[in-house]
């Protein structure tokens, strides 16, 4: 009998484990299926990387994102040389450093950053970075819809209102 | 020759011949019916299953057998399917089947923990696994009771809490807003998001 009890002790902890396992697993995104940019700058104390899986841009388009938000002062000049993010104008230099924010916007092959194309393929990412913020946002596009969605975001928000 | 009115006790010898024939006729039929009581007696026989009680530990040894089964199946799929999300897919609709699956599951361990818990307290025991496949075997009640609790569980119980913990996986699992994070903190994830937001609103 009291074997038995042991056994069903052990059997409801099963359970009650599987169950918890169950609710917790599907909000993390396994390491495998986070997106490259991530897992390349995850240990850099430098900076703090994010991924979204499935970030919603409308109804009907969900594209993963990654956000790579600069720590400190190294962490945004290596994003800045590794994703060619560097302004040249000084004005607006001055600008970003009186606090108004530039947002500027790239459309890269994927696992390039540094280097904008110019292409009709939906298969590419978008890099939006916020300067004053030091924040870079990495969409990436699969097909032509979620391009589209991305690039017109403000402007189907703008018509849908 | 005397006559005797009707009425009367008339004593009645039997003929000693025709005595002999009727219990020698008898008398096998006897030895047989003591050597059946017998072997009954001595554990050798086959009474009706409805009145073997020593059978009733076997079956509930059966039922725990198949109960811990139950568990190790359902703990192995629950690793395959890890496995699997980890390496192939996290679709969000993939997700929603594998914890249907899941829940058939979780309804089966409810089911024979019910079981379980009425064997381990000595009760009337029938999960509704067990009472659908051996509803011949032996008589069991439509509701498990536990003796001495306040505890009533009948299948539809059963199936209530499976569903009650299918609701709530599916809403854990469906709930969680606009996008899945490699982090658990929730703050965090809602940081990422609002920083991606505002970012996607300025472009």
């Known amino acids: 009998m009291k074997k038995q009890r042991i056994i069903t002790l052990l059997v409801c902890l099963l359970i009650v484990g599987s169950g918890a396992g169950v609710l917790l697993w599907p909000r993390t995104v396994p390491l495998a299926q986070c997106s490259e940019v991530y897992r390349l700058y995850v240990n850099n104390p430098s900076i703090k990387a994010s991924f979204i899986k499935d970030f919603r841009i409308n109804d009907s388009v969900s594209v993963d994102v990654t956000l790579l938000e600069a720590v400190d002062s190294n962490g945004w000049n290596t994003l800045v040389t590794d994703m060619n993010l560097g302004i040249q104008d000084s004005s607006t230099r001055s600008d970003i450093a009186n606090g108004m924010d530039l947002i500027t916007v790239k459309q890269v092959k994927k696992g390039v950053y540094s280097k904008p194309i110019a292409t009709s393929s939906g298969n590419v990412d978008i890099v939006a970075t916020s300067h004053l913020r030091k924040e870079v946002s990495i969409f990436h596009s699969k097909d032509r819809k979620e391009k589209h969605a991305i690039w017109f975001y403000n402007l189907e928000k703008s018509i849908n209102q | ?203």
């Open chain 2, 1 to 203: 020759m005397t006559s005797k009115p009707i009425g009367e006790d008339v004593p009645v010898r039997p003929d000693l011949a025709v005595e002999d024939v009727s219990f020698g006729d008898l008398q096998p039929m006897f030895d047989e019916q003591s050597r059946r009581i017998e072997a009954v007696v001595g554990g050798r026989g086959h009474l009706p299953r409805s009145l073997n009680f020593a059978g009733l530990r076997t079956q509930h040894r059966r039922v725990l057998r198949r109960w811990c089964l139950l568990a190790v199946a359902s703990a192995a799929v629950a690793v395959y399917w890890g496995i699997d999300l980890w390496h192939h897919n996290f679709d969000i609709y993939y997700r929603i089947f594998t914890l249907f699956l899941e829940a058939v599951f979780v309804f089966i361990m409810v089911d024979s923990t019910v079981s379980a818990v009425s064997i381990a307290q000595s009760s009337p025991v029938g999960s509704s696994l067990d009472r659908i496949s051996h509803k011949a075997n032996a008589a069991k009640p439509s509701k498990i009771r536990i003796q001495n609790s306040k505890f009533d569980l009948s299948r539809p119980v059963n199936i209530g809490i499976a569903a009650s913990v299918t609701l709530v996986m599916v809403a854990c699992a469906t709930s969680v807003g606009d996008g899945y994070t490699m982090s658990q903190d929730h703050n965090a994830r809602l940081a990422a998001i609002n920083s991606v937001t505002s970012i996607l609103n300025n472009i």
